[in-house]
Nanobody, 128 residues
């Protein structure tokens, strides 16, 4: 079973930055598009961003994070990153990364219907 491990969450003040990492456990991430999702308390999980497989030629962002978040992948480190800048309290939640087992090469999906292996999540709290 493919397993992802997120890290990098924490407590940050409004306007601050965090970089989340999504690493693969025992397999290579290279062939898989990776998506980031988040879930705030009492709310449904929402898609945040995604990056296509291999070179990561396609990246997509939810409108709520566009211009503030940047997704990237470093295949030498077998890791996908989510750089989050200008954080605000609405960004608070548990952040999950997920992979598509059966992708269209060069694409990634802006919804959770295509993602089928997940990490355990990392908590991000934006507060004074």
């Amino acid at each position: 079973q493919l397993q992802l491990v997120e890290s990098g969450g924490g407590l940050v003040q409004p306007g601050g930055s965090l970089r989340l990492a999504c690493a693969a456990s025992g397999f290579t991430l290279n062939p898989y598009p990776i998506g980031w999702f988040r879930q705030a308390p009492g709310k449904e999980r929402e898609w945040v961003s995604c990056i296509s497989d291999r070179s990561g030629i396609m990246t997509l962002y939810a409108d709520s994070v566009k211009g503030r978040f940047t997704i990237s992948r470093d295949n030498t480190k077998n890791t996908v990153y989510l750089q989050m800048n200008s954080l605000n309290p609405e960004d608070t939640g548990t952040y999950y990364c997920s992979g598509e087992s059966y992708p269209y090469p060069g694409l990634c999906a802006p919804d959770d219907g295509h993602y089928d292996f997940w990490g355990q999540g990392t908590q991000v709290t934006v507060s004074l």
